[in-house]
C-alpha cells in the first residue's frame, strides 16, 4: 500500500495530472527552481511519470520522474553553472 511521504496516512488516492489543449499538448516536468529565465529550454526538465497520487489528508500530491538519469542530468547541470 502506498503510504504519503509528509504525514505517512494510508489513505491515498491513486490517478494522474490533467493536460490541457489537443494539439499541443504539454509535457509535465521537473524543473528545478534556481535555473535562471535564460537557462531553460523547451527542453529542459525531467519529465513526470503519468501515474500520481494524492493524500487527502494533507492534501500532498506526488509522482516520480519517468527517466530518474534526466533528473540526475538537470540537477548536475544546475550545480556546475553556480
Known sequence: MTE???C?????AIGH????????RAAVSFVPGELKWHQFS????????????ACPD????????EYPETLRQ???RLTKEK
Open 4 to 6: 504519503c511521504p509528509k
Open 8 to 12: 505517512k496516512s494510508q489513505k491515498v
Open 17 to 24: 495530472f490533467a493536460t490541457r489543449g489537443h494539439s499541443n
Open 42 to 53: 523547451l527542453d529542459a526538465g525531467a519529465e513526470l511519470d503519468s501515474e500520481a497520487f
Open 58 to 65: 494533507c492534501g500532498t500530491v506526488w509522482t516520480t520522474v
Open 74 to 76: 538537470e540537477l548536475d
